[in-house]
T-cell receptor, first 111, second 114 residues
């Protein structure tokens, strides 16, 4: 059974800082790794996904995947108060259509 | 962006009663999902549905749970009878198909079983 672990559990940074969030997974046969953002009282919203080793950049977001170490990270540049949310890492498996979720990192950006 | 609508946003019922959670998925989406999230805990997969049939279901999808989407209308999750441990937020999600497709979520229905 795939396991997804996220760290840290929570993070408080000042506005404008670079944010780094971590996610490790247990199954090297995993397909895509997704990062979702969830604001209170809302459903998760997909931010960015990655399949191949290396990095992928979209706007202020950069994601790094290292399949050998079973690790993926999300970096948010020039953080804004509106970035305050829970960030969820989710892994899709080749064998089915499910997503396996981490427990999330609660991010607070202080103005 | 595409929107998934969930009705109602909150539901309070007595243990043993039946409850139906409704989801209006994105119009051209083909795959539908229900997820369960207990406050402060991980999102957990319940079931997915394609072409009128359940494709996969988890151990959390008990015999008391059922899903359907009659004639392209709401995608529903029915729990009959409800138990105290069913209290959670239930999220509906949908996508067009394929492993790499973005999953779009509704805002959830908070179910409280008393």
């Amino acid at each position: 059974q795939e396991k997804v672990q996220q760290s840290p559990e929570s993070l408080i940074v000042p506005e404008g800082a670079m944010v780094s969030l971590n996610c490790s997974f247990s199954d090297s046969a995993s397909q895509s790794i997704w990062w979702y953002q969830q604001h209170p009282g809302k459903g998760p919203k997909a931010l960015i996904s990655i399949f191949s080793n290396g990095n992928k950049k979209e706007g202020r977001l950069t994601v790094y995947l290292n399949r050998a170490s079973l690790h993926v990270s999300l970096h948010i540049k020039d953080s804004q108060p509106s970035d305050s949310a829970v960030y969820l890492c989710a892994v899709s498996m080749a064998s089915n259509y499910q997503l396996i979720w981490g427990s999330g990192t609660k991010l607070i950006i202080k103005p | 962006g595409p929107k998934v609508l969930q009705i109602p946003s909150h539901q309070i019922i007595d243990m043993g009663q039946m409850v139906t959670l409704n989801c209006d998925p994105v119009s051209n989406h083909l795959y539908f999902y229900w997820y369960k999230q207990i406050l402060g805990q991980q999102m957990e997969f319940l079931v997915n549905f394609y072409n009128g049939k359940v494709m996969e279901k988890s151990k959390l999808f008990k015999d008391q749970f059922s899903v359907e989407r009659p004639d392209g209308s709401y995608f529903t999750l029915k729990i009959q009878p409800t138990a105290l441990e069913d209290s959670a937020v239930y999220f509906c999600a949908s996508h067009t198909g394929g492993f790499a497709e973005t999953l779009y979520f509704g805002s959830g229905t908070r179910l409280t079983v008393l």
